[in-house]
């Protein structure tokens, strides 16, 4: 194993170095580029064998990568904030046909350059598995296991990984580089279980009308891939009498809810393997008999990790849950902290404009089964770039102490 | 030279089973039919937005992009991934609809062009978006009605001329470029033939006239592309390299453009004048075109 001082976005080209992806199609936007930069780079020279597209925006990107899927290949992209939204037509697309597509994202917030997570947070219904990093070497890390769980045959979901714009894409750290033969035996090189091919059309054909004239078809839908109907030719013989045009839904949300245990393994897994490990969908850190916990996303929970050690050489009770996957979102580890806490702080780095903080309001909704709740404040911070500097998270770490303690709320949410 | 193809010389072995909800006499289910017969069953078909889902008994596996835009970004992602499988030949195919290619999926069509992906793109062209029922596409041609360019007092159907997306095609330097109708299936086949065997991308754009939205009788499909080709309003060609170009049918003489006009509803109220000024309008296209026949252009 070496190490190497590198941008976030240097360590995201290395990952999908790592993984063996044969296919990469990627458009420039600030602050992503570099990672194509590198990737071309690494194709250019060798050392990554793959076509690569140089697309002429993010959505023929997104659809090189979902067609490429389809036809067999390991795919890979990249974008930022209004190319991740210039992208959304397609994300939908992706998620439908269940591909183990995998996309990093430099999250860049959709109304200023500076980095927040409004970029992958509007993109949250799309169906893709959404986790965050908070520093380079989680970047590479997560960029290896996002295949490892998007190909899960649980599973079949594109993930999209997102480390936070300039602060990690710009910014250089040491990174531990795995060797590339531990991670191909952790992540063996991609071959489709599913490859569509001309010669096997009239086959497939009489297979699916043996299993529908079986009747089996209303809730059991069958087709040689684990897609939505509409993927094939097979939508001819789909559009039957009593099939359920919800079982789209029904069966992606299913998928959704197995990747949690898929997360938790491939995590599991990786931490035996390379030494390192995330806390598969939430890291919690210093939160054994803390009474106070705040949330947190991305670099922030960085931050966050100094101002929990200060606070705790003060003797606070106080510990932090940094939340690595947003989609799948993390229910049940939000009902056992919230069995054991007074009161929880949300950081959100987002905001859905007519309700509020999106974190905020999810963990408000996980933990409404609980007999008794905890308090959920939450906080606006980092929007648009804003600074968010130490003391701002220590403030708020010493605001919602202090609501636990006098067990008396000022405010539920504060703009920072 | 390549040899001309007899009506006889057409593939017995069809490619599309009987059967499919397209309307009567529709032209665009004609012309995937006669695709498919001669690119074989080793293709696939990518099909977006459009009445083409509808041409679902063409037995080759169908994909349906999911992106209305992004017929080109698909098949660009299908060829890179056959290639990585080994598999190149497997003729990535689309049957695509005027509006995904002349008007939303125009940006990602010039794109894949320029890359020259190994693709092969057939437009059916029924000249506005029938699926929706009949709006104006940049693909309509001067003074149609359609449901978005009505006839009024100040309205006189669609006041720009057609968008001529093989010229522009052409000058992205492709190996092949050509137009054909469902009138001429010897002449449509023999260019597919040619090529498929070609590598890189190749576009054909397919006069497919629509009865329901043209406003004809549904056994006239024929008889209204051929008038169109004979009267010189659709002609047929083909460019190679973006540079050699070749019509491959020369009537003796053209006929005139009312004859192809006054059997369609869309042009029934054209005036004199109008009928004159495409009349005037397609000869001078016509000879230009003549102008250019077996030599090198642009």
């Known amino acids: ?416 | 030279m390549r040899k001309k193809m007899s009506i006889r010389d057409i593939p017995k072995e069809e490619a599309m089973w009987p059967g499919n909800p397209a309307c009567q006499g529709c032209g665009g289910s004609l012309a995937g039919r006669l695709v498919y017969k001669a690119l074989g069953r080793n293709s696939v078909r990518v099909e977006i937005a459009s009445c083409a889902p509808g041409f679902m008994n063409i037995r080759v596996p169908s994909f349906y992009a999911p992106a209305f835009e992004g017929a080109a970004a698909f098949m660009t992602g299908l060829a890179r991934g056959y290639k990585l499988m080994g598999r190149e030949d497997v003729v990535i195919a689309g049957l695509i609809g005027d509006g995904g290619t002349v008007d939303i999926g125009f940006q990602g069509l010039s794109a894949a062009a320029e890359r020259n992906e190994n693709i092969f793109w057939f437009t059916y062209d029924n000249e506005a978006y029938m699926n929706t029922g009949g709006q104006r596409s940049s693909a309509t041609p001067l003074f149609a009605r359609t449901a978005t360019t009505p006839i009024s007092d100040t309205s006189r159907g669609k006041a720009e001329e057609k968008k001529n997306v093989p010229l522009i095609l052409a000058i992205h330097r492709v190996p092949y470029v050509a137009t054909a109708s469902v009138a001429y299936p010897e002449d449509l086949i023999e260019k597919i033939q040619y090529g498929k065997e070609i590598k890189g991308f190749r576009y054909m754009q397919i006069n497919s006239p629509c009865p329901t939205g043209w406003g004809f009788e549904p056994k006239d499909s024929i008889k209204v592309a051929r008038l169109s080709v004979e009267s010189g309003l659709w002609p047929l060609y083909e460019i190679l390299e973006g540079r050699r170009f070749r019509l491959t049918y020369k009537p003796k003489e053209l006929k005139p453009v009312t004859e192809a006009l006054k059997i369609q509803g869309r042009f029934r109220h054209l005036s004199t004048e109008e009928s004159n000024t495409i009349q005037e309008k397609t000869i001078n296209n016509w000879e230009r075109l003549l102008d250019m026949d077996g030599k090198e252009i642009f």
């Open chain 1, 1 to 416: 194993m070496k190490s190497e001082v590198m941008v976030g976005n240097k360590a995201v080209a290395y990952s999908a170095k790592l993984a063996r992806v044969n296919l990469i199609a990627a458009y420039p936007i600030t602050p992503q580029t570099t990672i194509v930069q590198y990737l071309s780079e690494f194709v250019a020279n060798g050392e990554i064998k793959a076509e690569f597209v140089n697309v002429e925006g993010e959505i023929t990107a997104q659809l090189v990568c979902m067609a490429g899927s389809i036809a067999g290949a390991r795919a890979f992209t990249a974008t930022s904030g209004p190319g991740l939204i210039y992208m959304h037509h397609a994300l939908h697309g992706t998620a439908r046909y269940r591909l183990p597509v995998v996309m990093a994202v430099a999250n860049r917030g959709v109304r200023t350059m500076g980095p927040d997570h409004t970029d992958m947070m509007d993109q949250r219904d799309t169906g893709w598995i959404q986790l965050y990093c908070e520093n380079n070497q989680e970047a590479l890390d997560t960029g290896i296991m996002a295949y490892k769980i998007a190909e899960d045959e649980r599973v079949r979901l594109p993930v999209s990984y997102g480390l936070d714009g300039y602060v990690l894409s710009y910014t250089a750290e040491p990174v531990e580089i795995p060797e590339q033969k531990e991670v191909d035996d952790f992540l063996p090189p991609y071959k489709s279980t599913y490859p569509v091919l001309p010669e096997n059309f009239d086959a497939e054909i009489e297979d699916y009308k043996k299993h529908w004239l079986k009747g089996k078809s209303i809730n059991e839908p069958f087709t040689p891939y684990p897609a939505d109907e509409s993927f094939s030719h097979l939508t001819m013989v789909n559009w039957g009498p009593g099939h359920d045009q919800q079982w789209r839904w029904r069966s992606h949300q299913e998928a959704m809810m197995k990747a949690k245990q898929v997360i938790k393994e491939v995590d599991e897994e990786y931490g035996r393997r390379f030494g390192r490990s995330y806390g598969g969908l939430v890291d919690e850190y210093r939160c054994e008999d803390a009474d106070v916990v705040i949330v947190a996303m991305g670099t922030i929970a960085s931050t966050a990790r100094v101002a929990i050690d200060n606070l705790r050489r003060e003797g606070k009770p106080i510990g932090l849950v940094k939340l690595k996957s947003f989609r799948p979102f993390p229910k049940e580890e939000f009902e056992r902290i919230g069995k054991t806490v007074s009161t929880i702080g949300v950081l959100d780095r987002n905001i859905s404009l007519g309700e509020g903080g999106i974190v905020y309001n999810s963990i408000r909704s996980a933990i409404y089964d609980l007999e008794e709740k905890p308090l959920v404040l939450g906080y606006h911070l980092g929007l648009a770039g804003k600074e968010v500097r130490l003391r701002d998270v220590e403030q708020i770490a010493e605001r919602t102490l202090k609501t636990a303690n006098e067990k008396k709320v000022e405010t539920f949410v504060t703009w920072i």
